[in-house]
């Protein structure tokens, strides 16, 4: 257990863009294992995502372990965190909670009036959401951004979500309303940087 101590969960930067193809690995290997669908991303969206601050990765020495990221939708009523993801080798050490923590406390910073959303299959996030005081909701409780819809169509299941008019599927989705307490903090030159960002 003395690896865990020597993992460090940090807001992604341009510096962090060498581990993106990496990440992306990571996430093809994991749905396969899975047998489920995922939202393909490239590389230059996720390395967007780290120069814009909206990107946490956990690194052991300079290691890859985790990595998660934040979208926006309906003109930033809606965030989401996304593409949550563990390698093997720091699977059980807690990696995952402290990174959904991170983008959950990220997320808040930044848009602290957002809803913030998730819809997942997977019972080990449907707990940290859980946590963290999300509510289980119907997919008319989520944003109507036909972007965010769009990232469903590769998922293998995105058939139940047509046949039902978008209205059901196998994914669980839960919702949090800002009214809560952040469970990890944001170090101060991140809020500087994003401050900027922000300003641009």
């Known amino acids: 257990m003395e690896q865990e101590t020597k993992i460090q969960v940090l807001v992604a930067g341009a510096e962090h863009e060498v581990y993106v193809d990496t990440i992306l690995q990571t996430i093809a290997d994991a749905a396969k294992v899975r047998g489920t669908g995922i939202a393909k991303r490239t590389h230059e969206y996720l390395a967007?995502?780290?120069?814009?601050?909206?990107?946490?990765?956990?690194?052991?020495?300079?290691?890859?372990?985790?990595?998660?990221?934040?979208?926006?939708?309906?003109?930033?009523?809606?965030?989401?965190?996304?593409?949550?993801?563990v390698h093997p080798d720091f699977r059980g050490l807690g990696v995952a909670k402290k990174i959904k923590d991170m983008t959950f406390s990220l997320a808040r910073t930044r848009w602290p009036h957002a809803k913030i959303f998730s819809l997942t299959?997977?019972?080990?996030?449907?707990?940290?959401?859980?946590?963290?005081?999300?509510?289980p909701v119907t997919f008319a409780?989520?944003?109507?951004?036909?972007?965010?819809?769009?990232?469903?169509?590769?998922?293998v299941n995105v058939d139940?979500?047509?046949?039902?008019?978008?209205?059901?599927?196998?994914?669980?989705?839960?919702?949090?309303?800002?009214?809560?307490?952040?469970?990890?903090?944001?170090?101060e030159e991140v809020i500087e940087r994003i401050k900027q960002l922000d300003e641009k």
């Open 48 to 85: 967007t995502k780290m120069k814009e601050a909206k990107a946490v990765i956990a690194l052991s020495g300079d290691r890859f372990a985790g990595f998660s990221y934040i979208e926006t939708w309906g003109n930033k009523q809606y965030v989401t965190t996304s593409g949550l993801i």
């Open 160 to 187: 139940v979500l047509h046949r039902t008019g978008r209205k059901y599927c196998i994914c669980t989705a839960m919702l949090y309303d800002p009214e809560e307490h952040l469970p990890a903090k944001i170090p």
């Open 121 to 135: 299959s997977g019972a080990a996030v449907m707990k940290m959401n859980t946590e963290l005081g999300y509510q």
């Open 141 to 155: 409780d989520l944003t109507d951004d036909e972007a965010f819809w769009r990232g469903c169509e590769g998922c």
